[in-house]
């Protein structure tokens, strides 16, 4: 799913479950699923429909912020 995709869903106040997992390819790196209301799973993207990934659990949680959720769970 598309960043902008996934604010203006956020806006809409439809998801119900995010998710910080780390990168299976790169345990130094997170990424973001998302789930919506109908329990279907979405992997944050940018523009490009690359996956976004960070290394740092700060700014993933400022870009799940960014999305308008306020809460979110870590799997190590």
């Known amino acids: ?34 789930r919506d209301s109908d329990h279907k799973p979405f992997l944050l993207a940018d523009d490009e429909d690359t996956p976004i990934t960070l290394n740092d659990l700060d700014s993933i949680s400022k870009l799940i912020q960014s999305i308008g959720v306020k809460e979110f769970t870590v799997f190590l």
């Open 1 to 34: 799913m598309k960043l902008s995709n996934a604010i203006a869903i956020g806006k809409e106040g439809k998801w119900i479950e995010v998710e910080v997992r780390k990168n299976p390819s790169d345990q130094c790196q997170w990424f973001v699923m998302l």
